[in-house]
């Protein structure tokens, strides 16, 4: 080889590395980017669906099984190419065999289609477990992280919960153990089945091998030799079983892609509408019309044909049992669901038809399991006003409202204390001081105006003072009260009778029905009748009782061997 040609090859063969690499590494860059992309997307379509498709088993488990299918799309594309090259092989082979005798290929795919026949079978049972299991597997996973999770951790170890969930897990990955097994001795089966039937394809095509060359048809001069034959039958029956393989990993792979684009398709058809009819900024009422809404699995209504308004600019509060159907409502007017009958307007415009961004952007929603977000108190504040998220005004403003001075002060890090006990540098607070976070969040979005220039009037409060001590309980309601004097219309959910009673108008619910409503003073006057009528009064005369000055006649004092338990 002369110097000058090695060189210059060499340069060449750098050169074409070189170029592969850059072509790997962006092919490399483009699969990373569709690998972030599509998860991203699929979350996206997740927080846009309506709330009753959330708290549908069906599309949860189209959720799970579509995650799968994001690893899938990829495979596919893999898979797709190892088709493509066994055909490739396979036509090579073809060709060969097609020179030897035209009878050998059918025998070929003889050979080869019990295994195609087996990888088939053996992944539609694979396939059909996974749907199966999904269920199970979701809820040993949810078992797992109730072990594992900080918000658990107290009452797994008071109540011995660890051992109760511990033996459910172990039950659940004995059963998906069991369903592996079963899965894997059917595989076996197929698989001896497949390879005898294949085995025995194998030994006919040798037997016509050896008849062949006997009877002198094959034509050896092209083949060369007997053992040419032989090795091109192996390798072509190799081939067709490494297409059929592919082919059907293909198949299972575009069952998963399927799934992919089953739950995009049932997201979309499922999604909060965008766009409608323009709601008014500030209505003068919400008029809720013969509404009612069941829950799905549910047979009995949450809201009977209620009928009722609320005022602007007012509290109105919503008592009732538990159960009694006051959450539900709220939910309703704020938007996260529709009426199965009846209508909500916001003076005459129906929100069914309307532009639920808007509805959405016109309400302040402190609900009663008001999520305990492991972010920073920044960050959990400004949720849903994120221009505000260093706005040192609108901070301490909503600071002084929820009573949280103390709570920051407290804190080394001030307003970016992580919220999440378990990671470095996070802390957990108690219920009342959250349910204070909770008040500084609504007060920060009922007084600023979101992106779309638009500043919430509605705010529901779901008993917003369940943890609070009672200075600041009194304290939380005066707010309230200052808000409504702002102009915004509070509906005030509580169980607190006494806060009720200061609102300007409270409506009773019971059974999901509208049994009372009027003021305070009007409540405590009606008679009581079958209906519910008079359950305000009785509610609320059961409450004052509790706080009676006359306390029953002086208990025995506690003797010191009892205090100490000797
Ligand atoms: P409480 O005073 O206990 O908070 P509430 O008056 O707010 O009660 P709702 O939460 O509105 O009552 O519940 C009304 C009925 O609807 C209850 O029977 C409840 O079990 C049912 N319910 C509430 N939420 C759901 C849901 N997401 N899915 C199914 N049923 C639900």
Not at 341 to 353: E, L, Q
Request: net charge neutral.
């Amino acid at each position: 080889m002369r110097p000058g040609r090695g060189r210059s090859r060499g340069g060449l063969g750098t050169l074409g590395r070189a170029r592969r690499r850059l072509r790997d590494g962006r092919h490399d860059r483009d699969r990373e980017r569709t690998v972030r992309q599509q998860p991203l997307t699929l979350l996206d379509r997740a927080q846009r669906v309506e709330m009753a498709a959330m708290e549908d088993p069906t599309f949860n488990r189209l959720l799970e099984s579509a995650r799968f299918g994001i690893n899938s799309v990829h495979r596919l594309t893999s898979e797709s190419v190892s088709v493509l090259s066994a055909l490739l092989s396979m036509a090579a082979t073809g060709g060969v065999l097609l020179t030897l005798s035209p009878l050998l290929l059918p025998l070929l795919v003889l050979i080869a289609a019990p295994r195609g026949w087996g990888a088939a079978i053996t992944a539609r049972r694979r396939r059909t477990s996974v749907m199966a299991w999904l269920q199970h597997l979701r809820a040993s996973q949810l078992i797992a992280q109730l072990l594992t999770q900080t918000y658990t951790a107290a009452e797994i170890r008071v109540h011995a919960a660890g051992t109760f969930l511990l033996h459910h897990f172990e039950q659940m990955a004995l059963a998906s153990d069991a369903e592996q097994a079963r899965l894997a001795a059917a595989a076996a089966r197929t698989k001896i089945a497949a390879s005898a039937a294949s085995g025995l394809a194998l030994a006919a095509t040798f037997g016509l091998l050896g008849l062949l060359v006997s009877t002198g048809h094959l034509a050896l001069a092209a083949a060369g030799t007997a053992g040419t034959a032989v090795v091109a039958v192996r390798t072509g029956a190799a081939n067709v079983a490494g297409l059929l393989s592919s082919v059907n990993a293909l198949f299972e792979e575009a069952l998963y892609v399927g799934d992919l684009q089953t739950l995009t398709t049932e997201a979309d058809a499922r999604a909060i509408p965008t766009g409608g009819t323009d709601l008014p900024e500030r209505p003068d009422a919400l008029h809720v019309e013969n509404v009612t809404f069941t829950y799905a699995g549910r047979s009995a209504p949450s809201l009977d044909k209620i009928t009722l308004t609320v005022p602007t600019g007012r509290i109105v509060a919503l008592a009732g049992e538990n159960g009694a159907g006051k959450s539900t409502l709220a939910r309703l007017l704020c938007g996260l669901y529709q009426p199965d009958s009846g209508t909500i307007r916001w003076d005459d415009v129906d929100t069914a038809t309307a532009d639920r961004a808007q509805l959405f952007a016109s309400t302040v929603l402190l609900p009663q399991d008001f999520f305990h977000w492991p972010l920073t108190l920044r960050a959990v504040v400004t949720t849903g006003r994120p221009s505000h998220h260093d706005d040192a005004r609108a901070l301490a403003e909503a600071a002084e409202f929820a009573g949280m001075e103390a709570l920051l002060q407290m804190q080394d890090r001030g307003w970016d204390t992580l919220a999440a006990k378990g990671f470095e540098g996070g802390v957990d607070f108690s219920g009342g001081q959250w349910q204070r976070i909770g008040t500084a969040r609504t007060y920060l979005r009922a007084t600023t105006a979101g992106a779309d220039g638009r500043r919430p009037f509605l705010v529901i409060a779901d008993e917003p003072t369940s943890a609070l001590d009672p200075a600041a309980e009194v304290r939380a309601f005066d707010n309230l009260r200052r808000l409504a004097g702002q102009g915004a219309t509070v509906l005030l959910i509580t169980h607190r009778l006494a806060a009720s009673a200061s609102a300007d108008l409270i409506y009773v619910l019971k059974d999901g029905r509208l049994v009372e409503q009027g003021t305070h003073e009007e409540l405590m006057t009606a008679d009581a009748d079958q209906a519910g009528a008079g359950s305000y009064r009785t509610a609320y005369l059961l409450q004052a009782q509790q706080y009676a000055t006359e306390l029953p006649g002086p208990r025995p004092p506690i003797e010191p061997a009892e205090r100490t338990g000797r």
